[in-house]
């Protein structure tokens, strides 16, 4: 069995390094999954300031995204995204492995 991947988006990468660039920090975003939400679990992101030696890392465009083990098993596959509506910015976990989803697009239940 192949082992998990995961995809940065341009869009998710350029924001990644904008902000990155403001705080005057590594261009290193990290996805981790912790229970809770309103769905079970959440996602939640963060600047890092380097990878883990267990970490998927995953790079674009001089950006790089880093997921721990636990974390992967549930997010595996999935997109990274930052997408920008009339509701607000966010970055966006586009998850094949949620079977369920909620309005806030923040949390999942597999």
Do not use: H, W
């Amino acid at each position: 069995m192949d082992a998990p991947t995961m995809t940065l988006s341009p869009s998710a990468a350029a924001r990644v390094a904008t902000i990155a660039a403001k705080q005057g920090k590594p261009a290193i975003l990290r996805l981790s999954v912790e229970g809770g939400g309103c769905s079970g679990f959440q996602y939640k992101f963060g600047l890092a300031e380097a990878a883990e030696a267990e970490d998927l890392v995953v790079e674009r465009d001089g950006v790089t995204l880093v997921v721990d083990p636990v974390s992967l098993d549930l997010v595996g596959g999935s997109v990274v995204d930052y997408v920008e509506s009339l509701g607000g910015a966010a970055f966006k976990v586009e998850n094949p492995n949620a079977s369920a989803g909620c309005g806030c697009g923040s949390s999942f239940a597999v």
